[in-house]
């Protein structure tokens, strides 16, 4: 940004009649202690045992399942256990997708068991199973190009094979090949449809759940995805040119609506309890594994921030709001429900980013604020740089997968990019287990979430929240 010349006396003059409004910025005995927090953070286990707890009491907690409502009852106590000022819920419906049981196989020429998972929102296969010849394609691209003639009645298979990243960007076409592929081979008739799993653990045989775009479900066909060994063996056998024949038999599918909930938790603020910073993550997960990282370790970076900030002599100037969100996983509902909700109130959100991306440690902050609040994203970077935390002040921030919904309303946003390295190796699988969690990579990620969020709580000024602020382009800037 571009400073004008101004006068001392003019800018106090404008100042003065609210025309301009000061730089935000963070007084230095806040961020003196939340250095002391980050330290803190670093050698303590909190976080830990809060995943430990959740994966092992309640484990895997698919949205609408049985364990979802264990998993409510967990975080309820969970908080108060913390000591969290107020403990609330918000309620949220949505379809309720089960699955029952999954297999697949060559029929012919080569007839074998192949291993898959169903995807999010794929109906059930007809008793017996669905045997079908299989049509092969490289890409999304060349799914999207095909004639429905060579489709019609078929089995699509997308051998996409996702690459490994830090920061995770193979995922975008690894999840679009199983969110959009679907979609599009049920328009052009597809009888089903199998991907290779968006999954970089190329030598594992565990396939990669994950949801669907399917969101009418007259449109929908079963869909799976099969493991990455797997995807190699149907292709070979589809190599050597001959028709091959799969079976699908999958028993899943809609059962009506459920209502769950987020749940939330609050330290509330002394001087503006109003004002709120927002930390959080997602207590649903996918069935296969126990939600370690997918997001047991979310929830838990974001309970174990507060319960530091929770503990310090006094509480900060404004209200730290974590939200263990519903149902994220079969599409944001918890999310948009809660932006839907407080939208209105989206100026008193001073800043906020939630955790949704495993357990790694984070690397990169970004932020989308106002130009004058840069200055105090600057001071917040020099507190988390010690950790390891790269600022770039030219990418914006989105504020996680859940919070991003509020940040689409105007809340002020950071993202803290975690190492996704290893992620995608264990993501929406039976290895997704408590022991992919690293405890000191978590008790980094829960410094960076604790000592960032004091400091926005603390900050003279704010970040620039307000309705449609940052609606355009990730950014007001
Ligand atoms: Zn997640």
Sequence with gaps: MRRLPFTLLAASLLLASGIVSAATAIPATAVKTAEQLRDRALH???????????????????AGSEADQRARDWAVAKFRALGYDKV????????????????????????????????????????????????????????????????KGRIVYVGYR????KDGHGYGMGSAVRTAGPVIAAAKGAAGYLLRSAGTDAHERIAHTGVTGFRDPS??????????????????????GKPVTVKLDLDCGLDGEYTGANVIGE?????????????GGHLDSWDLGTGAIDDGAGVAIAMAAGKLIGDLPQRPDRTIRVIAFANEEMGLWGSRAYADKHAAEVGQFQLGTDSDFGAGPVWRMSASVKPDARAAIAQIANVLA????????????????????????GMAALSLTQDGTKYFDW????????????????AQNVAVYAAFSYMAAQADGDFGSAPGAFAKDGTNE
């Design 44 to 62: 303590d286990d909190t976080g830990y045992r809060i995943v430990a707890s959740l994966t092992t009491e309640v484990g895997a907690r698919l």
């Design 88 to 151: 609330y819920t918000e309620a949220v419906t949505y379809p309720k997708w089960v699955r029952r049981s999954e297999h697949a196989a060559i029929v012919a020429p080569f007839p074998q068991p192949l291993v898959v998972t169903a995807l999010g929102y794929s109906p059930g296969t007809p008793a017996g199973g669905l045997s079908a010849q299989v049509v092969k394609f490289d890409s999304l691209d060349a799914l999207k190009a095909a004639d429905p003639a060579s489709v």
């Design 162 to 165: 996702m690459q490994r990243a």
């Design 219 to 240: 449109k929908a066909i079963p869909a799976a995805a099969l493991s990455n060994p797997d995807a190699d063996q149907l292709e070979r056998a589809l190599a050597y």
């Design 267 to 279: 330290i509330t603020g002394r001087k503006h309890p109003e004002q709120v910073v927002a930390i």
């Design 386 to 409: 010690p950790l390891g935390v790269a600022y770039d002040a030219k990418r914006p921030g989105g504020g996680g997968s859940d919070l991003s919904q509020m940040h689409a309303k």
């Design 427 to 442: 993501h929406h699988t039976a290895n997704d287990t408590l022991d992919k969690v690293d405890p000191q990579e978590l």
